[in-house]
């Protein structure tokens, strides 16, 4: 396949220009991933306190209530307590778990739009390298003609054509 060089230049600007194109939507989508991540870690860290502060006020009540009705924290009544403060830290855990698993599923998928970027980069440079390796010189309008007996059968190389003496043959 033979391509004259303006349609190669052509070819190779407009494959470098959408490839860059692709890469810059790919950065830009890593990057929002990201802000989304730190998002996502922020919000958990804010649940996982507010769950932490919800179960404070109910330990609160709890020790109130058990004070009112005269009950001392002792046996049952403190491992009520205990048992509330330990499915408090559970539940405050398990929002931390969540919110780190929610922002690792974005990174993740910020590094792969960063990766889809690079190789769009990438494919861009290859198929500009082979379109400018397939890219040759026009062909001439006159066909070649046939060498006639006794001119060089390779006028490129500057050979001799064979001439086989007496007794020699081509075959």
Not at 126 to 134: E, H, K, S, V
């Amino acid at each position: 396949m033979s391509i004259d060089p303006v349609s190669a230049a052509i070819t190779i600007a407009s494959t470098l220009a959408s490839r860059a194109q692709a890469a810059g939507r790919a950065n830009a989508r890593s990057r929002a991933l990201a802000r989304n991540a730190a998002m996502v870690r922020q919000q958990a860290a804010l649940e996982e306190s507010e769950s932490r502060r919800r179960t404070k006020q109910v330990l609160g009540r709890q020790r109130a209530l058990f004070a009112k009705s005269g009950v001392k924290l002792e046996g049952t009544p403190l491992l009520v307590q205990q048992e509330t403060a330990t499915e408090g830290e559970l539940d405050a855990l398990a929002i931390r778990r969540s919110g780190d698993l929610r922002e690792a599923r974005l990174l993740n998928e910020a590094r792969a739009a960063r990766l889809q970027g690079r190789n769009a980069l990438l494919s861009g440079v290859f198929r500009a390298g082979r379109t400018i390796l397939t890219a040759r010189r026009p062909s001439p309008r006159t066909p070649p003609t046939a060498p006639t007996p006794g001119q060089p059968r390779f006028p490129v190389l500057g050979l001799p054509a064979f001439r086989p003496g007496p007794g020699l043959s081509l075959i």
